[in-house]
């Protein structure tokens, strides 16, 4: 059964144990996945937001559901690490880069506080999910900012998915 297949029964085995954003995080998380899987790619997910809880959640059942789509992945995609690269600079972002990777390995997760930690690096070299308040949106990183792909808005109305174009902020 492939990733697509398994994400909603997955969602729906807890859709009661995370907030509503959280919940909208994980599924973002999991269309990089998907998306990973679709184009033969092992793109990096970054989770981003300053709210710690959410940031944790978020990429705890991320790693979840990662194990159970792919039960024979190699340990290190199960761990997450912090990806904080400064630079004034493109190439002494991918220098941080590139002694980040030395350093750790390269691995399938990361999180952040904010995009702000890794503004630099060169466009699409990572899939961003980043969670601000009620509100969890994803895209690829971009040079000084990030395309918006879509986002799940807590509303009025529960499960609204309201989808954007290409936004840039």
């Known amino acids: 059964m492939s990733a697509r297949a398994k994400k909603e029964p997955f969602l729906d085995d807890i859709k009661r ?3 509503e954003v959280q919940l909208a995080g994980v599924s973002l998380g999991i269309d990089c996945l998907i998306e ?3 184009s033969y790619e092992d793109l990096p997910i970054v989770v ?5 809880r959410d940031r944790s ?6 790693i979840k559901f990662f194990q159970q789509a792919y039960p024979h992945a190699h ?4 761990l997450s690490e912090p990806l904080s690269i400064g630079g004034t600079s493109e190439s002494d972002a991918l220098l941080n880069l590139i002694n980040v990777m030395r350093s750790r390995g390269r691995l399938l997760f990361y999180w952040a506080d904010s995009p702000s930690w890794f503004r630099q690096l ?8 980043e969670i601000e308040r009620r509100i969890a949106r994803r895209g690829k990183t971009a040079k000084a900012k990030y395309k918006l792909r879509g986002s799940l808005k807590n509303t009025a109305t ?4 309201c989808l954007k174009k290409c936004l840039a902020w």
Do not use: C, G, R, T
Not at 48 to 52: E, G, I, L, T
Not at 57 to 62: H, K
């Open 48 to 52: 981003a937001s300053y709210d710690d």
């Open 75 to 78: 340990k290190d995609y199960l």
């Open 158 to 161: 529960p499960n609204v998915i």
């Open 36 to 38: 990973n899987e679709a």
């Open 57 to 62: 959640q978020v990429l705890d059942f991320l």
């Open 122 to 129: 060169p466009s699409n070299l990572f899939h961003v999910v």
């Open 17 to 19: 144990e995370l907030s």
